[in-house]
């Protein structure tokens, strides 16, 4: 069990556009997966991105079954997503609350697409293609965003809906 530090908000490293993985099913890089789910377990995060452990790789991890920080949220299917493209449905939106492990202590009222087609591949290179709506969707876009080094406020509408998440409102 590895749990890696986590970089904060203002660490250039966040701010990076990561690179393609080009192997699959690498020691190496199945070691940096267990590493990144050991790490979003003890910090009971919905999601995990590469770069959120200073690995500039095009790589994240998400899923949500009864997460107690997202107690109304749907589940999200674990997974693991390599090279990933999002494409919107169409030009809906809705906004709602997220945090992230990079900018612990606050939340941010955040517009996502609310249903996205996403493509990529597994550990071992399978080719990976879904639809998702709703928390499902948000949490891949989040996810993916920290790969071209988008943290949630940059998508903010209203920076006075950015808080902490122990003062009520
Ligand atoms: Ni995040």
Known sequence: ???RTILRMGNPLLLQCAKEITEFNTPELNKLIRDMQDT?????????AAPQIGVSLRLVIFGVDHNPRYPDAETVPETILINPTITPVDETMDEAWEGCLSLPGLRGMVPRYCQIKYSGFDAQGKKI????SGFHARVVQHECDHLDGILYPQRMKDLK?????????
């Open 40 to 48: 979003m377990q003890a910090e009971d995060g919905a999601g995990l």
């Open 1 to 3: 069990m590895t749990v």
């Open 161 to 169: 809906q950015f808080s902490y998440t122990d003062e009520p409102g």
């Open 129 to 132: 293609e879904i639809e998702a």
